[in-house]
């Protein structure tokens, strides 16, 4: 099956090698680069009750990062899946560092099965993830309940991604980061966040490294991109003060236009 199909399918998509190693090693120091010159600029930020980072504005505002962004193969895995040349970006991106909160949930703005716009036929955005680590056999990687974003749920399942894989899936889809690897029980999901949680020390398999993971959204210009926009990233105070730290120039808008991508500015929607 073409991983369109298969995406299409199953809700998500792996692609492996996407990077070398070398490359991986080289977006480390890049991340550790941003995250210096965002703290002194005040704008990185710890996720309650976990021990990870954050920082504020997208990864096109970053200068040592946007071009992982902008990357052409992450722009033409896009496309692939996306089933189209005409892909669009609003500045839905972020990167982290440490490890985050966990549990099952849905990114659309309709999150509830079956209900509303972005259950209507069509729906074409999707989020991908760089994980700078390997997780096919370590803690902190992400799972995903297979075809749930054409059902109220599904199987469970770790998305073995190694250093240099890319994984996407559609906001629709049910998944959780950060996952638990259990010694001697390889493959086998807590789904419970609450018992995740939970699971001793002594149990769970180590991470491999310090988590650092890179995360963007892309998507079709039309009626789910305009609902992302106007009913999630426009309302939800956190997201709006995220986009209010992205700051694009003309030689950024122009990194997009010579990519092929079109730039959408949502603070541009606002009346």
Request: charged share 25%.
């Amino acid at each position: 099956m073409k991983p369109a199909a298969l995406f299409e399918d199953q809700g998500y998509a792996l692609k492996f090698g996407v990077f070398s190693s070398a490359e991986i090693e080289r977006m480390r120091a890049q991340v550790e680069q941003q995250f210096t010159l965002d703290a002194s600029n005040g704008l990185t930020h710890p996720v309650m009750k976990t021990d990870a980072c954050y920082a504020k504005g997208d990864l096109l505002s970053k200068e040592h990062l946007r071009s992982i962004l902008l990357d052409e193969r992450i722009l033409s895995m896009a496309r692939d899946l996306l089933q189209t040349p005409d892909i669009a970006y609003f500045g839905d991106s972020t990167y982290q560092i440490g490890t985050g909160a966990r549990g099952f949930h849905r990114d659309a703005v309709d999150r509830t099965f079956g209900k509303g716009l972005d259950w209507e036929p069509g729906y074409n955005i999707l989020r991908m993830g760089i994980y700078l680590q390997d997780h096919k056999v370590y803690s902190g990687g992400l799972k995903i309940k297979v075809s749930s974003h054409r059902n109220k749920s599904g199987k469970s399942v770790f998305l073995d991604t190694e250093m240099g894989d890319v994984a996407a899936w559609s906001l629709k889809t049910l998944h959780s980061g950060n996952a638990v690897r259990i010694k001697g029980l390889k493959g086998i999901s807590i789904d419970a966040s609450s018992i995740e949680n939970r699971i001793p020390r002594f149990l769970k398999k180590d991470q491999q490294k310090q988590r650092m993971s890179l995360f963007m959204t892309f998507g079709v210009k039309g009626k789910f991109v305009d609902h992302y926009i106007q009913d999630y990233m426009l309302k939800r105070p956190d997201v709006l003060d995220n986009l209010q730290c992205s700051a694009y120039n003309d030689q950024v808008r122009g990194l997009c236009k010579a990519k092929g991508v079109e730039l959408i500015e949502p603070l541009k929607w606002q009346s």
